[in-house]
């Protein structure tokens, strides 16, 4: 267990479906991403919050879309996928917005769009 | 932009040989680098990490790593590994403090024989 727990680990869904994604983190961490592990591609930043703000959408599909209510949880509501959108995705907090003390990573949700 | 390169996709090392992973990044001033580690099923977990001083970085698990500017490289060593240090391993790039962006490498697979 890393500090970062998220929700489910595994989610299959058709490409009518919504479902969202739940990322927790109680190490006191202020900033929080999501990132996108696809086979035989480098990890792709998606989102990045920071004391609950906003600070990068990188060009995500509106399909896409992130909620973070508090500095220790993030979520990723996901509607009208693709095939494409099957990948692993990964939660992952810092202390701040800074590189100091790296990422903390959780298990990751395992996405099979149907 | 930063980048990372990783140039061996799979690497396969008998049971207590040594190991080297290459990595060879891309960015204008003295990088953050980092490496993790996955498992199979699970997030990334940080291995070790430079920002600047010593260029010989041990980390967790008995691996270091060598920062040499003049290559724009950071290669991960062990000088014996275990069955257990099967997994894909990842070497990122951050510009910095106040630049929260990590830039992954592909990753290296590492199989283990006995």
């Known amino acids: 267990e890393t500090g970062v727990t998220q929700t489910p680990r595994h989610l299959v869904m058709g490409m009518t479906n919504k479902k969202s994604l739940k990322c927790e983190q109680h190490l006191g961490h202020n900033a929080m991403y999501w990132y996108k592990q696809s086979a035989k591609k480098p990890l792709e930043l998606m989102f990045v919050y920071n004391f609950k703000e906003q600070t990068e959408n990188n060009s995500v599909p509106s399909r896409f879309s992130p909620e973070c209510p508090n500095s220790s949880h993030l979520f990723l509501h996901l509607h009208t996928l693709q095939p494409e959108d099957s990948a692993l995705y990964l939660c992952?907090?810092?202390?701040?917005?800074?590189?100091?003390?790296?990422?903390?990573f959780g298990s990751g949700t395992r996405l099979t769009v149907v | 932009a930063q980048s990372v390169t990783q140039p061996d996709i799979h690497i396969t090392v008998s049971e207590g040989a040594s190991l080297e992973l290459r990595c060879n990044y891309s960015?204008?001033?003295?990088?953050?680098l980092f490496w993790y580690v996955q498992s199979p099923g699970q997030g990334l977990q940080l291995l070790l990490k430079?920002?600047?001083?010593?260029?010989l970085v041990q980390g967790i698990k008995g691996f270091e790593a060598e920062f040499k500017r003049s290559q724009s490289s950071f290669n991960l060593r062990k000088p014996s590994v275990h069955w257990s240090d099967a997994a894909e391993y990842f070497c990122a790039v951050g510009a910095g403090f106040g630049n929260e962006k990590l830039t992954f490498g592909t990753g290296t697979r590492l199989t283990i024989i006995p």
């Open positions: 960015y204008g001033a003295t990088p953050y």
């Open positions: 992952a907090s810092s202390q701040d917005k800074g590189l100091g003390y790296g990422y903390t």
């Open positions: 430079y920002f600047s001083g010593d260029t």
